[in-house]
């Protein structure tokens, strides 16, 4: 039901540009978010958002390089990458889940209750 799509190789600095898609159901009234985990490293949040719009939250590693966003007209949950760096390298998924009340809360894994299958961004030095 979601599926994310982009990832690639990319030089350090360069940019790349994730999307996630929903089929099979709306989440109209969830809120989307993207993890990474990096071999040997546990899933990190970088960054959420309601899935119709509205206040944007990122983890402080990506800040001011990466920007979360919605394509109305693709009906997805993109992921903006600019800057990259080698520690950017990871498997990326973007996940669904109730909206939060607090910001703390999209940061965890387990409000999320749907996950997409996962695209490799691999940045080199």
């Known amino acids: 039901q979601l599926q994310a799509s982009g990832g690639g190789l990319v030089q350090a600095g360069g940019s790349l540009r994730l999307s996630c898609a929903a089929s099979g159901r709306t989440f109209s009234s969830y809120a989307a978010g993207w993890f990474r985990q990096a071999p040997g490293k546990e899933r990190e949040f970088v960054a959420a958002?309601?899935?119709?719009?509205?206040?944007?939250y990122y983890a402080d590693s990506v800040k001011g390089r990466f920007t979360i966003s919605r394509d109305n007209a693709k009906n997805t949950v993109d992921l903006q990458m600019n800057s990259l760096k080698p520690e950017d390298t990871a498997v990326y998924y973007c996940?669904?889940?109730?909206?939060?009340?607090?910001?703390?809360?999209?940061?965890?894994?387990?409000?999320?209750?749907?996950w997409g299958q996962g695209t490799q961004v691999t940045v080199s030095s």
């Open positions: 996940a669904a889940g109730p909206q939060q009340a607090y910001y703390s809360a999209y940061q965890r894994p387990n409000p999320y209750e749907y």
């Open positions: 958002m309601p899935w119709s719009g509205g206040s944007t």
